[in-house]
C-alpha cells in the first residue's frame, strides 16, 4: 500500500473464500421471505409427524397415558425449538399442543377442551413451552454473539498486526476469507458502487480529509445489521490510521534525504567556493602586472582575461554567500528604516556599481517605515536593479516606486526591455536556472529569495507591458512615514 500519492490503490485479494464464513451471518440479516417460512413450516409437520408417531407406537405397547404424550410433546418442543430458527419455535408449540389434543385426549380425534383441568394443563403447556423455546433461544443468541465477538476480535488483532508490518495483501485476504466475499482498497478519486446492493463501502476519513474506499463485494445481496456497520467502520478505522502513519513515515523519509540532499550541496558549494578563491587571486595579480609590462598589441586579451576573472570573482562571492544564507551564518539585525534614505543609498552604490540608465524613483506619500536588515535588503534591491540595467538599452530609464498597499511596503524595479517568457516567471527565483540568458549562473535571484525568507519579505516578478519585467519586494510596513513624492536621477 505504498505509494507516491499517500493514496490507497487498488489491491484484490488473493486466493479463494470460504463458502459460508462465520462471520458472514455477523453483517448479514436474513429477511423473512416466503420460501422460508414454508421450509419452515415442512420441518414443523416433520417433528410432529415422527412425534405422533413415536406417541401411538408408545400408547400401544407401552400403556403409555396421555399425560406422558404431553410431557414427550413438550420436550420435543424444547429441544428442537431450541436449534430452529424463529418462527420455527412458536410454529413448534402450536402444533404439538394441536396433535396431542386431537390424537391423545377424549374425545379422540376431536379438537375440544371439556373440563378446567384440561384447559389449564392446555394453557401451562404453551407457556411452558414458549418461555421455554424463549430462554433456549436468548442462550443461544448470547453463545452465538460470543462466538462472533471472539471472531471479530481475532480478525481486527490479525488485521492490525498485517496492516502494522504493512502486508496489505494479507489484510485483505483475511477479510474476505471472514467476510465472505472479495475486498479492496479505492483511491479517493475512486466512485465505490454503494448502490449495488452486494457491495459494501465504508470511507477512509482521517478528520476531514479522505484517504480512499475499503470496499468489499460479496457473491449475494446484503441488508447489513448494525453490527455490519461497527465492524465496517472499526477495520475502515484501522485502515485510516494506517495510511496515515506511512504517509507520516514518507514525509520523514522524504525530509530525512531532503536534509541530506541539501547538507551535501552545502558542502559542495563550501569546497567549490574554497577551491575557486586561490586561483582567481593569483590570475588577478598576474593580469596587474600584464597591464604594467606587457606589449600594447595585448591590451584587449588583457582587458578580456580581467572580465573573465572578475565575473569568477563575483560567482565565488554569490557562493559564498549562498551557502552563509542557508546555514544561517548570516543572521539579519532588523531596525526601522525610512523607505527614503534606503533607497537614496541603494542608488548611489548603483552608480558605484557602473549602472548606466537612469533610474527614476517614485516615492508614495505618506509612506509607513519598514523593519528590515538594510544590508540584506540592498543585496535584493541592488540585484534587480542590475538585472534591470542588464536587459534595458542604455537610453531607457528604470522605473523604481514605492508604495504601501494592503499593510505591507513594495518596492518595484520596472524596466523597459522585454519582459520576462511566461514560461520562465514560475521558476524565475530557482537555483540554477537561467531561463534564455545562457550567460548567467542562475544563482543571483535565488540568493534574493533565500535573503527575502531570512527578512520575511515576499518577492514577485510580473509582466508589465508596455514596459518590461518588474520584480517587487514586499515587507510588512511599521509606523507612518511622511515623505515627498520625487524623481531621483
Known amino acids: 500500500m505504498t505509494t507516491p500519492s499517500l493514496e490507497p490503490t487498488k489491491l484484490l485479494a488473493e486466493g479463494t473464500s470460504p463458502p459460508a464464513p462465520f462471520l458472514f451471518e455477523f453483517i448479514q440479516e436474513k429477511p423473512l421471505r416466503g420460501r422460508h417460512l414454508l421450509a419452515n413450516l415442512v420441518k414443523v409437520l416433520i417433528i410432529i409427524g415422527l412425534t405422533t408417531l413415536v406417541c401411538f407406537l408408545a400408547t400401544r405397547w407401552l400403556d403409555l397415558k396421555p399425560e406422558a404424550c404431553c410431557l414427550l410433546y413438550l420436550g420435543v418442543t424444547v429441544l428442537f425449538g431450541a436449534i430452529l430458527p424463529p418462527p420455527a419455535p412458536f410454529l413448534l408449540a402450536i402444533f404439538s399442543l394441536i396433535s396431542w389434543n386431537f390424537f391423545f385426549t377424549e374425545p379422540a380425534f376431536s379438537l375440544r377442551i371439556d373440563t378446567a383441568d384440561e384447559l389449564i394443563l392446555h394453557v ?10 424463549r430462554l433456549t433461544a436468548g442462550l443461544r443468541q448470547r453463545e452465538r454473539e460470543s462466538r462472533q465477538n471472539v471472531a471479530k476480535s481475532e480478525l481486527l488483532r490479525e488485521c492490525q498486526t498485517a496492516l502494522a508490518t504493512d502486508n496489505t495483501p494479507r489484510f485483505l485476504n483475511l477479510i474476505s476469507a471472514s467476510l465472505g466475499g472479495t475486498a479492496e482498497l479505492l483511491p479517493a478519486s475512486a466512485t465505490p458502487p454503494i448502490s449495488e446492493p452486494h457491495v459494501v463501502s465504508t470511507a477512509l476519513n482521517r478528520g476531514a480529509e479522505n484517504l480512499g474506499y475499503l470496499q468489499i463485494k460479496f457473491p449475494t445481496a446484503l441488508h447489513p445489521t448494525p453490527k455490519a456497520h461497527s465492524l465496517l467502520e472499526e477495520l475502515s478505522n484501522l485502515t485510516s490510521a494506517h495510511l496515515e502513519r506511512q504517509r507520516f513515515v514518507l514525509a ?179 537555483r540554477f536556472y537561467r531561463g534564455d540568458n545562457p550567460g548567467s549562473l542562475g544563482l543571483g535571484l535565488s540568493i534574493c529569495r533565500e535573503i527575502a525568507g531570512v527578512l520575511e519579505a515576499e518577492l514577485t516578478v510580473n509582466n508589465r507591458p508596455p514596459l518590461g519585467a518588474e520584480f517587487a519586494i514586499h515587507l510588512p510596513a511599521a509606523t507612518p512615514y511622511f515623505a515627498k513624492e520625487e524623481s531621483l536621477s
Open 124 to 133: 401451562l403447556f404453551l407457556l411452558i413451552a414458549i418461555v421455554m423455546n
Open 252 to 430: 520523514a523519509e522524504k525530509a530525512q534525504k531532503a536534509a541530506i540532499s541539501e547538507r551535501l550541496g552545502r558542502a559542495l558549494l563550501d569546497n567549490v567556493t574554497h577551491e575557486i578563491k586561490t586561483p582567481v587571486a593569483i590570475m588577478l595579480a598576474s593580469i596587474h602586472r600584464l597591464r604594467t609590462h606587457s606589449d600594447p598589441r595585448h591590451a584587449e586579451d588583457i582587458v578580456n582575461i580581467s572580465e573573465a576573472a572578475n565575473r569568477l570573482v563575483r560567482i565565488t562571492e554569490e557562493l559564498t554567500l549562498l551557502s552563509s544564507v542557508q546555514v544561517q551564518m548570516l543572521r539579519p539585525r532588523t531596525e526601522h528604516c525610512n523607505a527614503g534614505e534606503l533607497v537614496e543609498e541603494i542608488l548611489a552604490n548603483a552608480v558605484q556599481n557602473k549602472i548606466k540608465q537612469r533610474v527614476q524613483v517614485e516615492i508614495q506619500a505618506p509612506l509607513a517605515c519598514v523593519r528590515t536588515d538594510p544590508q540584506f535588503f540592498s543585496i535584493i534591491l541592488s540585484n534587480f536593479l542590475s538585472n534591470a540595467a542588464r536587459h534595458s538599452v542604455a537610453t531607457s530609464p528604470i522605473l523604481l516606486q514605492v508604495k504601501e498597499a494592503n499593510g505591507q511596503v513594495v518596492f518595484a524595479v520596472t524596466d523597459y526591455g522585454q519582459g520576462v517568457a511566461e514560461t520562465d516567471l514560475p521558476h524565475i527565483f530557482e
